[in-house]
Structures are given as structure tokens and as C-alpha cells.
């Protein structure tokens, strides 16, 4: 049995019976079944398809974000901006999937010689449930249209979203098993790669899962890319606009209750504006309103489930007892639900969860440095390399800062990291490998052909 419960009341939400092993090989060899027909079908019929997801997406919007509220508790608000995002990127590969798989004709000296872009098979999908639409539609949009189809394990804690996207793309009328979810524990995730059907998998998660789906596909010789875990580092420097950016960082920082690979997460400040920084900052992040994440007033939600709450405060009293001071929050509300409330800590060093782990929830750890060069050592001084970005009025070395000096995969200047189907989505060190969205995202998952004619 997999079910979801509220994490503003406790409650339960949806109830569904696993896939035994058996039911999960049939829906495999169903998938697999299609794929023979999928891929032959035209760009132009496929794109067809994605853009009757598109529309029900957008028609749908406010349902399908009810039922993230209900089932991990983002704010409805952030979940309608989540699914017109699901929306987009179905309509972006729809538009552009024909032109980045084209074939590319290489001058040799034989008759003919190009590259060709085919589809391989089923793709396997591990998904976590932090963005439980986004996650899977930045990843389905483009491995359909490659001519792939695909099967997803969802969160455990989101079946009824897992269920609502399988629905969604029967509704389109997209061909009856093109895309299935499998209702199964991580447990089963084993089986599911080794399934000779299975020709590739997409795991978005922690590092953890990533690295035990990684020697998994790696023993069968399978492809994998991997979405993981962060602890992004803003740098601001001496000449940032104080104000501007610590609205942004706070945004970040909050964004879904601050459960998200991308948040911000560890703020190194330059010594000269430490002080201005940290009151616009603190005064940004004490104006979230927690509360009932179907209520319009509320800004932030509950976090997805209590262990992870519970998880995410045991972070912040280690970082304290090893010396971090707290600036604004760091106490679970008494409150029924998952609440955990914007934190600030300052004084973070080595050796604290807040400076060496990822604090997935709205916690903010605040280092002093004495200039850009500690700033930016001290960004890379991290197992991670998802995100980062730069705050300063001089775009011409925030430019440099983010091209050539920071190891992430998304680095922004003046900005928070964001994804965006038109650019590649992607991690270097333990935040993962491969990339998703872009012309790099739909290229992963197909056979890069050469065919020579003599
Ligand atoms: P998680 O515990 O790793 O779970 C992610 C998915 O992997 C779930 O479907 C989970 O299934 C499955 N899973 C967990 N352990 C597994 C294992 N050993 N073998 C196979 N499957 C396994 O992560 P989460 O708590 O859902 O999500 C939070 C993490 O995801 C954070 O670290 C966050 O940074 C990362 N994330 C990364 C990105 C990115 O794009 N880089 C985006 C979003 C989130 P069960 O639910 O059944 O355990």
C-alpha cells in the first residue's frame, strides 16, 4: 500500500495498492509493446500530442495544484506556477524536438555520411516529490518526443500527483502505455533497471539514491543521469546591491518552503557589507507567512513530511552546539503540522551540517569572508556543484566569477538559479551527472547513430 498524508493536518490523503513484481512486468512489457509503434510515429504527430498535454495542464492547473498542497503542502500559488511550467516545456520541445534531432550531415569522403538521432527504448524515471510535476514533465516532455516511452517511480509520499500524470496523458490521447507509473517502493527500483525493457534511467534525488541507482544501472551496462542533491553558494560582493539582493536570496532561500535542489543555501558575504546584508536579509526572510498552503495569504507551507522536519531542526541544533549562532528562527513552531520557520545562522564553519551538508528547508547559513577571493574558495569548499550565483554591480567580473572561477552547472549573476527548458539543467561533483532540459537534455536519451553510405 502507498499513501499520502497531509502534512498540515496529518491526515490521510490517498491510499493506492503497490504494482506487485508481477504487475510491474506486465506494465513494462506493455511500455515496451508501444515503444515499437511510438517510434515510428512522426515529430509533427508527436508534437500534436504534447501539445494536448500542454492544454490540459493549463486547464487543470488549479486542481493539480490543490493536489500538491494536500499531498506534500506547497502553496497553491507556487503549484499553479508549477504546472504552467509543465506546460511550457511540453509546448518548448513540441516547437523545437523536430530541429535539435535533426540529422547532421558530415562531409567524408563517402557517398553519404551522417548522424542520426534514435530513440532507445523505455526510459525509467526515479522522481522526488519536492516539484512532483515539474520534475516529471521536464523529464517526459523531451524523452517522448525523442520517440522514447518511459515509466515512473514517483516519491512514495506523492501517488495521488503519480497517478493524476499518468491520467493527464491517457486524457491527451496519447497512445495507451507510451507512459506508465509504477506504484513501487525504492526497493523494487532494482528490479525495474535490470528489466531488459528498460533501457535507461533518469533519477532526480539525493545523493544517496543517486548513487545506488548509479552502480545499479552501471552493473547492466545502462545509461543514468543523475539530478541531485545541493548547497548552492551566493556570493555577495562588496559592491552588490544590498537591498535588491537580499530580496532575491531570501526568495530562493524560501521558494517551496526551501525544499529545493536549487535553493539557495550558504550566503558568503564579503566583510564590508556583512552587517547592511544580513538586516535587509533578515528583514526579507521574517516576512514569510506559514500557514495553511491552500490559503492565498500564506507564502510558505508546511515541509512535505515531519521526519524531514524533524531531520532538517536536528541539522540546526548540531550546527549550533558546534558553534553557530541563531539570527532569526531555529525553534519548531507549536503548530499542528510540518512547520519549520525561516532560520538564519551566522558564524557557520567546517564541520557544521549548515556549512558541509545540504539543508533542505528554509534554514539559511550566513558565512563572513574577508574578500571575493575567501568568496569564492569558500563556494567550491562543498561536496556539491548544482547551482551558485553572484551579486554585484559589475557584471563584467560577476560574469567571470560564474564562467570560470565557481564549479556548479547553473551559475547566475544577479539572479536566483533557475531552471528553464531552454537551458541546460545539470550538476557536476555529488550533485550529479548528465544534463536535463535544452538541446543537452533530449540528447540523452537516444542512440547518436552514425550511418555511412559508401
Ligand atoms: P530521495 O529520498 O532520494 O528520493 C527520490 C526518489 O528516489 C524517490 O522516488 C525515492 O523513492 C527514490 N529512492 C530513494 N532511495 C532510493 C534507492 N536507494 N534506490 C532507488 N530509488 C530510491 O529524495 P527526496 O527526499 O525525494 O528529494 C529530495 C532530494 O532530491 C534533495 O537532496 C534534493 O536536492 C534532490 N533534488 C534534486 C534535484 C535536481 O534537479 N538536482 C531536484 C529536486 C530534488 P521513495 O520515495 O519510495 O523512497
Redesign the pocket.
Known amino acids: 500500500m502507498i499513501k499520502s498524508v497531509n502534512p498540515y493536518t496529518g491526515k490521510k490523503v490517498n491510499t493506492f495498492e503497490t504494482h506487485s513484481p508481477q504487475g510491474t512486468g506486465q506494465i513494462i512489457n506493455s511500455v515496451d509493446k508501444t515503444f515499437r509503434t511510438w517510434k515510428n510515429t512522426g515529430f509533427s504527430q508527436r508534437a500534436a500530442f504534447m501539445l494536448n498535454v500542454a492544454s490540459l495542464l493549463r486547464n487543470k492547473k488549479e486542481e493539480l495544484a490543490k493536489l500538491m498542497a494536500i499531498e506534500m503542502g506547497k502553496v497553491v500559488r507556487e503549484g499553479i506556477a508549477e504546472v504552467e511550467k509543465c506546460a511550457w516545456v511540453c509546448e518548448y520541445y513540441a516547437q523545437n524536438a523536430e530541429t535539435m534531432l535533426e540529422n547532421e550531415t558530415i562531409e567524408t569522403q563517402y557517398a553519404a555520411s551522417f548522424v542520426s538521432y534514435q530513440p532507445l527504448g523505455i526510459i525509467l524515471a526515479?522522481?522526488?516529490?519536492?516539484?512532483p510535476f515539474w520534475?516529471v514533465f521536464r523529464f517526459l516532455a523531451p524523452t517522448l518526443m525523442a520517440g522514447n516511452t518511459a515509466v515512473l517511480?514517483?516519491?512514495?509520499?506523492v501517488p495521488g500527483c503519480a497517478m493524476a500524470i499518468e491520467e493527464l496523458i491517457r486524457e491527451a490521447g496519447l497512445p495507451e502505455n507510451v507512459f506508465r507509473t509504477l506504484l513501487i517502493?525504492?526497493s523494487q527500483?532494482e528490479s525495474v533497471i535490470r528489466h531488459p525493457a528498460i533501457k535507461a534511467v533518469s533519477?532526480?534525488?539525493?545523493?544517496?539514491?543517486g548513487k545506488?541507482?548509479a552502480a545499479i544501472a552501471g552493473s547492466e551496462l545502462k545509461k543514468c543521469v543523475l539530478?541531485?542533491?545541493?548547497s548552492d553558494p551566493y556570493l555577495i560582493l562588496k559592491d552588490a546591491p544590498l537591498e535588491q539582493s537580499a530580496i532575491i536570496c531570501a526568495t530562493s532561500r524560501l521558494l517551496n518552503a526551501g525544499q529545493?535542489?536549487?535553493a539557495a543555501k550558504r550566503f558568503i558575504v564579503v566583510d564590508e557589507v556583512y552587517a547592511h546584508f544580513l538586516e535587509h536579509f533578515t528583514y526579507q526572510m521574517n516576512e514569510a507567512r506559514f500557514g495553511d498552503p491552500c490559503d492565498p495569504e500564506i507564502t510558505m507551507g508546511p515541509l512535505a513530511r515531519t521526519d524531514l522536519r524533524d531531520e532538517l531542526h536536528q541539522q540546526v541544533l548540531d550546527s549550533v552546539k558546534n558553534g553557530a549562532e541563531i539570527v532569526l528562527g531555529g525553534e519548531i513552531p507549536n503548530l499542528k503540522g510540518s512547520f519549520y520557520p525561516p532560520t538564519i545562522l551566522e558564524n557557520v564553519k567546517p564541520g557544521m551540517p549548515a556549512y558541509d551538508d545540504?539543508l533542505?528547508g528554509p534554514v539559511a547559513s550566513v558565512i563572513r569572508v574577508k574578500d571575493e577571493a575567501e568568496a569564492v574558495k569558500i563556494a567550491n569548499d562543498t561536496p556539491f556543484g548544482?547551482g551558485a550565483a553572484v551579486f554585484t554591480k559589475d557584471t563584467i567580473t560577476g560574469s567571470r566569477i560564474a564562467e570560470l572561477e565557481l564549479d556548479a552547472g547553473c551559475c547566475f549573476v544577479n539572479d536566483f538559479v533557475k531552471s528553464d527548458p531552454r537551458l541546460p539543467?545539470g550538476?557536476v561533483k555529488l550533485?550529479?551527472f548528465g544534463r536535463e532540459l535544452s538541446s543537452h537534455g533530449i540528447r540523452e536519451f537516444v542512440n547518436i547513430k552514425t550511418v555511412v553510405v559508401k
Do not use: D, R
Not at 526515479?126 to 516539484?131: A, D, G, Q
Not at 517511480?153 to 509520499?157: F, R
Not at 533519477?203 to 539514491?209: E, I
Open positions: 526515479v522522481m522526488p516529490w519536492n516539484f520534475q517511480k514517483h516519491a512514495s509520499n517502493g525504492s527500483v533519477l532526480t534525488g539525493s545523493t544517496p539514491a545506488s541507482v539530478e541531485l542533491g545541493g529545493s535542489c536549487i545540504e533542505f548544482l539543467f550538476g550533485s550529479g
